[in-house]
């Protein structure tokens, strides 16, 4: 059973450039959700997507923004990078309709200069 | 506003000693409590899911239960293996979005 995965796994940008990252949820799962994690901190909810929209969206600019494709995967795509947006950024997965539990991926680190 | 609080931020066992992590919670509606474990620099990894007052789930050396306003995250005699950050996550009635804690790391030393 393929568990999330995300790539890639490391990221150096610099200030100002932009970033995408990917996933590819769970076998049998329809739902994505990105968070973000700083160093020391739980995950924040950046966005969700469900059927190719945007479900619900958390605390973050119009820099994060997100796709999903009809075979369920996502991208997350960040503009104008920040030195403050170096974080581990998570991807999980549900199943729409089922049980709420949400299954992680691995992450991708990312670090701006 | 929905809101989670952890404590303590770090705990230090000896092998075989005991303890228990807390998870504060506040929020409209509560649709689930998710315990996660999580090794340094890798994704949060499932443990349970709690949706009533008075439920429990066990797994191997923990045990998580739940109140009103709290839940808890018994470790019976841990052992090195189970050194990791343990977040705790909440669901409430208004969203699809997860709340998280700062999570409490682990240190159990043999």
């Known amino acids: 059973d393929a568990g999330v995965t995300q790539s890639p796994t490391h990221l150096i940008k610099t200030r100002g450039q932009q970033v995408t990252l990917r996933c590819s949820p769970k076998s049998g799962h329809d739902t994505v959700s990105w968070y973000q994690q700083a160093l020391g901190q739980g995950p924040q909810f950046i966005f969700q997507?469900?059927?190719?929209?945007?479900?619900q969206r958390g605390n973050f600019p119009d820099r994060f923004s997100g796709h999903q494709f009809p075979n369920y995967s996502s991208e997350l795509n960040v503009n104008a990078l920040l030195l403050g947006d170096s974080a581990l950024y998570l991807c999980?997965?549900?199943?729409?309709?089922?049980?709420?539990?949400?299954?992680f991926g691995p992450g991708t680190r990312l670090t701006v200069l | 506003e929905d809101q989670v609080t952890q404590s303590p931020e770090a705990l230090r066992l000896q092998e075989g000693e005991s303890s228990s992590l807390n998870c504060s919670y506040t929020v409209s509606g509560l649709r689930g409590l998710f315990w996660y474990r999580q090794d340094p620099g890798k994704g949060p990894e499932f443990l349970f899911t709690l949706y009533s007052a008075g439920e429990e789930k066990e797994k191997e050396r923990l045990k998580a239960t739940l109140t009103k306003k709290e839940s808890f995250l018994h470790i019976t005699a841990p052992k090195p293996e189970d050194s990791a950050t343990y977040l705790c996550a909440v669901l409430g009635q208004a969203g699809t979005a997860l709340i998280f804690g700062k999570g409490t790391t682990l240190s159990v030393s043999s």
């Open positions: 999980a997965s549900r199943l729409a309709g089922g049980d709420n539990e949400q299954f």
């Open positions: 997507y469900y059927e190719e929209e945007e479900r």
